[in-house]
């Protein structure tokens, strides 16, 4: 309210007044302000009103025409906006605020062009306020004008050296023109050896960076960002957030050390989220269990699952470990049926739950759930792929086991199946034995 009065009285006083008597121009003066109170109260409809009937009195009352247009964006309707605010910059050209606000609600319309025009004129004119040089450079950023926007961050530079708010809007113009060959650079400079941001400050760079940056991008750099953050972590950037995103990392990369590090931290942290713990929690049951320390990603299975039984995820992932153990196929089969029944959809719940049928000598009835799997994408996916192959090879068919073993073979890129080879060899084996024994 304080900051809409003070900057009222600075347009009233510009009002010319020649036309009207004292009287008349103090009346007027009051309408406005009474207007001004009634928008702050959030009265818009009564404050247009009044206003309306000051600019039919008085149409060259710039001041109400400037706050029917912010009525009208706050109002949430932008478009009626703009009449309003046109005629009162017209009215009053040299004004900063009716150019400032006219230039803000180009951008809320998305007409960055008109927006980007109104910008550059006052930053030429009114070069001492450095928040329209932030505010210019991120219109150019939102319309893809990038090597405008480096002019412009370079003044920003020159003025008051490199902050935080510096370093996030120069890593958003580097993202985004050049990924791989601007941006990585100046990262590993930034983080690795600037001395003028922060361990904090450099930390949220990284965050903003990952958060915002496209997930391809990202996995191609995935080794030089995960060694950066873990560089920040070790220099005093642990937040709950620094800490999942260096999960998330370390385990896509296999860096298991530092993985191992930043779930415990996660955990133990003071005032984490009862979210990120219980995710941490799942993540180190899954790394346990992968590698093979089935006692401890059990028990961490039950911990998460006594906070949160409902956690479709966990359930899956531990009824499938335990599937592979050998070990209480009956509580997987009840933990696994439950996920499928409440994600029909879902290929690698649906493989979950198949796969144990299969186990249990099921095939008949693991079948169906396999056919929904690849329905829903299953047939791009090695390993769903490899356990359709054995249910349908346990039913006897053939040759559609073999067609999908090939298959899972062809799609393993990443070489996740071990011993296919032997395998398909022995299938083979036991086909031509069983075709012999019946001749």
């Known amino acids: ?34 207007a001004v109170e009634l928008m702050e109260n959030e009265q818009y409809l009564a404050a247009a009103d009044t206003l309306r009937n000051v600019v039919a ?3 060259e009352n710039d001041a109400a025409f400037f706050y029917l247009g912010i009525i009208a964006i706050r109002m949430q309707k932008p478009l009626m906006a703009e009449p309003y ?3 009162a910059t017209k009215l009053d050209s040299a004004n900063f605020w009716y150019k400032y606000r006219l230039a803000q609600y180009y951008n809320i319309v998305g007409r960055k062009l008109q927006s980007m025009e109104v910008y550059e004129d006052l930053a030429r004119r009114y070069p001492e306020k450095g928040e329209l040089a932030e505010e210019l450079l991120q219109t150019y950023l939102d319309a893809n004008y990038l090597d405008e926007a480096i002019v412009v961050l370079r003044k920003i530079e020159n003025t008051r050296g490199t902050d935080i708010q510096t370093a996030l809007l120069k890593g958003e113009i580097y993202r985004v023109k050049d990924f791989d060959n601007l941006f990585m650079p100046f990262l590993k400079d930034t983080l690795l050896t600037s001395g003028e941001l922060s361990p ?51 385990n896509f990369l296999d860096h298991d ?17 009862d979210r990120a713990r219980l995710d941490a929690m ?19 299975y039950e911990a998460v699952l006594k906070e949160e039984p409902a956690n479709m995820l966990v ?14 196929l009956k509580k997987a089969y009840e933990m696994s049926a439950r996920v499928v029944q409440e994600n029909p959809e879902n290929m690698t719940y649906l493989d979950t739950f198949g796969w144990i049928l299969h186990l249990m000598g099921r095939d008949l009835e693991a079948k169906p759930f396999f056919k929904r799997a690849m329905a829903a994408g299953g047939t791009k996916e090695p390993v769903i792929l490899d ?9 006897k068919e053939y040759d559609t086991a073999f067609y999908y073993y090939d298959q899972a073979v062809r799609k393993d890129k990443t070489g996740l199946l071990k011993g296919m080879d032997e395998k398909i060899k022995q299938r083979q084996m036991a086909r031509e034995a069983e075709s012999k024994k019946r001749k």
């Open 257 to 273: 050390a530092n993985f191992l590090d930043y779930s415990q931290r996660l955990i133990g942290l003071e005032g984490v989220s």
């Open 200 to 250: 904090i400050h450099k930390g949220k760079l990284l965050l903003n960076t990952v958060s915002e940056s496209q997930p391809a991008a990202i996995i191609r750099n995935s080794k030089a960002i995960c060694d950066m953050f873990d560089q920040c972590i070790r220099d005093g950037f642990v937040t709950e957030e620094s800490l999942s995103l260096g999960i998330w990392l370390s």
């Open 282 to 300: 799942a993540a180190l049951a899954d790394y346990w269990a992968t590698a093979g320390d089935t006692s401890k990603a059990f028990k961490m």
């Open 315 to 328: 359930l899956n992932n531990y009824a499938y470990f335990l599937s592979l153990s050998g070990k209480k």
């Open 1 to 34: 309210m304080k900051h809409f009065l003070s900057l009222l009285c600075m347009l009233l006083c510009a009002i010319p007044a020649a036309a009207q008597n004292p009287r008349a121009a103090e009346k007027e003066e009051n309408s406005v302000l009474a």
């Open 57 to 59: 009195g008085n149409p």
């Open 85 to 87: 605010l046109t005629e």
């Open 387 to 395: 356990h359709y192959a054995d249910v349908l090879f346990g039913l």
